[in-house]
């Protein structure tokens, strides 16, 4: 969840996650165990605030995160995100819901198949081919470019 939808701050101890699904915030904060009021913040170009946002100070989880490779600025730095096999689908998940999109079309060039495309956007190319690679060696889904 902090990969797609969360920050880190530059001083080593804020953590931030913003969502604007108000059960994503909840799971969160369950998941993490920690009893953060959010707040609601608007995008920065509408003055409506509609996005919940939760901010807490820990350093040792700061450091954790930046030992698995989340770091701040990460939509520019992340490489990759070490985390064991069992987990990437749900990673795969978020990512989706948070960086992804997907568009599809009827295709006369094969045979009138339908076709449907995923994809994923980030700052970061080498996040984007770790991605790629990880997506084809446990699921053997060819990944274009």
Known sequence: MIVTDG????????????SRDYEQIVNFLKCIDIKSKYRLKNSGTVTRKKYYSVQFSDVNFHKFLNS??????????????????????????????GDGY???????????????????????YKYLKWLKNKIWNLYRINVIK
Do not use: E, M, Q
Not at 7 to 18: A, N, P, Q, V, Y
Not at 105 to 118: A, D, E, G, T, V
């Open 102 to 124: 997907s568009t599809s079309y009827w295709s006369n060039k094969y045979k009138n198949s339908f076709i449907l495309y995923l994809g994923f956007v980030s700052a970061s």
């Open 7 to 18: 920050s880190l701050s530059k001083d080593g101890r804020h953590i931030d996650f913003t």
């Open 68 to 97: 698995i490779g989340i770091y701040s600025n990460k939509s520019k730095s992340i490489f990759n995100v070490d985390i064991p096999d069992t987990y990437f689908r749900d990673l795969l998940r978020g990512i989706f819901d």
